[in-house]
Structure formats: structure tokens, C-alpha cells
């Protein structure tokens, strides 16, 4: 069977290898010039295993291990492969109440290394962290933004083997170079301009420089522009993605003294609206948003042209959060970049599902944190892809996953278009 995935991000290559070990013809066609040149470039690929949903600390904890054992989940390839540093990662919530203590509970269950320290322990082994809580996040230039709160944190969430990918890029080269290797064919520099379902129900992609493309099955893993090849195949979903512009910022790490050694870990601070984690080898911290109530989101109509540079107000306000949490951080020349998540905007988890076009299928709204699960959400759509050219009616018999390396079973219809909205946190955070 021949099967075409429009996106060589992380997640289409991934689609990609997991099908073609299913035996499948599989091709990946992306109008840039390389793999893993789109969104995935800009992720700050930080894996953990903290999520509002049951399911996706399941997942995101068997995508941890496909990380950690990344050479032999690909298989021989000559490239240089990624690395994933484990410093562990704080989640500081505005308070630990009975949701968190769930979480906690969960990730217990799975054999996660997590645990909950209170404000003195967390003071005790990362001195360098400010413990005042700053919730709710304001704006820098609002009066109260250096007022004290008068509270400290309650404490906060340590997950001790968290990590991050260096690079999410070599990381997508990496599952091309082995996607090759096994058959997958790569189309580059190829722009999907129209698809048509063919009356003997092959589809037929139209590329801008005049190419056709044929296949039996297409797959959906356009990332920030999922939505656009939607509506190019005609199908309408419950659900909505929808891109949204993020800003990433570098700061020097203040703990690294020009030495790329450095006990910085990751942190998601909900508290005060920002995650952060070492960059170029400790030398640098980048900082992201948790998106705080009190900021507007930047959603982007047209993924092709949005505003691609940093901001002042953005990075400024970005940046005092951060040091909020970490005063000996400066302020120094504004450094980051600008970039796109592809949301499901009613509650930020993604779609990995049939549509109600034989033969279409989605791995779409990551939602700005599915990095982490992405060979794990290839190897889900495999599945599905698997089943229901087999047959199966996936909406009322969904896969119940088996999960390689940690071993548990996973009822994946949280991920369908049919889900409903998963009661979540609305953010990044999941
Ligand atoms: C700033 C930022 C920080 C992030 N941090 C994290 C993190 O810490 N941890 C985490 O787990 N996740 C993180 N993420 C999310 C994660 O990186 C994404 O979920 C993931 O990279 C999405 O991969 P993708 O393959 O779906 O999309 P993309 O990488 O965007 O790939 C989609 C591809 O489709 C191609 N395409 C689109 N339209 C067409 C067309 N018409 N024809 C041909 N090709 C087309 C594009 O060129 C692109 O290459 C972050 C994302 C961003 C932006």
C-alpha cells in the first residue's frame, strides 16, 4: 500500500519510519529544503513526563525511553545522533493541590522518578532559586510586577530523570537517515498546492512545481499548517488547530561562569508563567511561556507569514519572569526566536486519528509539546493507519496501545477527533 505524509517534521518522519516497519511504501513530501526545517526546529524538545491526562504521561514516559535508547530504536545510521541530557526538571504550580497530588499519584504508578518537595527542600537543593510565589503572573510594566506577594511557593513537582534533546533538528535527520536506510522516499522542496480524492479512491497530490503524487492513504503531519491541508482535502474536524506564534529567549547562564558545566535544571514555572532549560551545553538558559492568563495569545491566520523576528515587550517580559525565579540572571542583548505551534485550541492535546475520508488521516495540533512523544505518536498512527486499512471502525473499537518499553497499555481515544474537550490546563503545560 502506498502512503504519502505531507511533513517532514519530527512527527511525519516518525509516521514514516513506523509504517515502513509495518511494510508499507511510504513517501514524505515537504515544500522546505530539509527534514525537521519547519516548527520542530524551534522546540526546545524538553521531555517530561508531567501532563493533566493520564494517557499522555503514558505516552510522553515511553517516549522518555525511545529517547534514551535512541540508537537502537533507529536501528545503524552514519550521521552524527542526538544527545539527551537528564539534569531533571522542577514544576513549580501556583499551588500543590488535590489535581497535582493526582498527577503525582499517576506518575507514581507508572514507575516515574517523581516526587513532591516542600518550599524548604526545594530552597535546600536549588539555592539559586527564588521561592516567593509571583502567581499570578503580570505583565513587567504593571505596578505590582516587583510588589512582594507576601507568600512563598507551596513547593513544587521534581521529576528527576526530565531531559531535553540536542537537537530536535538531528533528531528528525536522524529518523529520515534510518527511514531511508529501510525505503522511505523523501520529496523535498515540494509544496502541496491540491489534493483530490480520485474516483477509484486514490488521492492525488498536486505540487507547486507541477508534480503529481498518488497514493492509496495520506497523512496529515503538517504541523502549523494542518489546518490549511485540511481544508485542501475537504475535511472538517469538531476540533480546531490553529497556529499560534510563540517566542523563545536566550539569556547567559549566570551559574555557568563561561564553563559549560553547570547544575542548571529544567523548570516549568506556572507560577510565574515561564519554563526554562540549560542551552549550549549550560553556557545559556532559553525561556518560554506557560501562557499566563494575563498575556494575549498571538494566534496567526496565515502560517506563511507571521511575524518571524523577536519582540522587545516579549523578550523583556519573558526574561524579568525568569529572573523573578533566578535573580542573578541579567538582562542582556535580546537573543531568541520566533516560531509556530500548531494548537487544538479547545484543549491543547493532539489529534492522531482516522477522518471521515477513507483513506486521510491526522497527526496534527502537538500543541507546542509533542516533541517528546513523537516516535511514539508515529508508531499510534501506524497503528491506526494499520487497523483501519485492515477494517477496523477505530471510533468505536480505538487501539488500545502496548507500550514497548515501559510495557503498559494505553486507550489511545483521547487522541481522536471525536474526543470531546480533555479537561486540561489549557497551556503548553498540557
Ligand atoms: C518554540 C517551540 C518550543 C517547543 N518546545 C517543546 C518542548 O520543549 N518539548 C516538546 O515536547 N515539544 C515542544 N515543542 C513542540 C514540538 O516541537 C512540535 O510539537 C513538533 O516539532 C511538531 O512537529 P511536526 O512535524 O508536527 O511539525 P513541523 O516540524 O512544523 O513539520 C511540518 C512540516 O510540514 C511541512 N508542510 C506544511 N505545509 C506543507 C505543504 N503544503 N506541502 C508540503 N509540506 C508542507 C512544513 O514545511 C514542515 O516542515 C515546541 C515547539 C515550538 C515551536
Known sequence: MRITIIGAGVVGCSIALALRRLGMDVTVV???????????????AIV??????????ALANEGAHVWADWENFLGPIDDDKI??????????????????????????????????????????????????????????DHEAFFESRGREIEGAVF????????SPGLATQNLRDAGERDGVHFQLNREVQRIDKRDDGKFELRTEDGASIESEVLVNAAGPHSSIINRLAGVKLALTTRPLRQEVHTLRNPLSNGSTASPLLIVGDMDSGVYWRPEGGGRDIIVGSTEP???????????????DEISEPYWRRQSMRLMQRFPEVKLGPARGLSALYDVTVE???????????????LCIGTSGSSFKTSPVLGQLLAEVIGACESGRDVDQNPIQMKLRYTGYTVDTSFLSRNRGVIQSSGTVIG
Open 293 to 307: 492568563d494575563c498575556d494575549a495569545l498571538d494566534w496567526v491566520d496565515d502560517p506563511d507569514d507571521y511575524d
Open 83 to 140: 544527545v539527551f541530557p537528564r539534569p531533571g526538571m522542577l514544576f513549580i504550580p501556583p499551588e500543590i493541590d488535590a489535581e497535582v497530588r493526582a498527577i503525582v499519584a499517576e506518575m507514581h504508578r507508572l514507575n516515574i522518578k517523581v516526587s513532591i518537595l516542600d518550599v524548604e527542600e526545594v530552597r535546600e537543593r536549588f539555592s539559586y532559586l527564588d521561592t516567593s510565589s509571583n502567581f499570578p503572573p503580570l505583565p513587567p
Open 347 to 361: 484543549d491543547w492535546y493532539p489529534i492522531v486519528d482516522r477522518t471521515d475520508l477513507p483513506g486521510y488521516y
Open 30 to 44: 515537504d515544500k522546505l529544503g530539509a527534514v525537521g526545517h519547519g516548527s520542530t526546529s524551534a522546540s526546545c
Open 159 to 166: 521529576e528527576e530523570d526530565a531531559g531535553y534533546v540536542v
Open 48 to 57: 517530561r513526563r508531567y501532563y493533566s491526562e493520564p494517557g499522555m504521561i
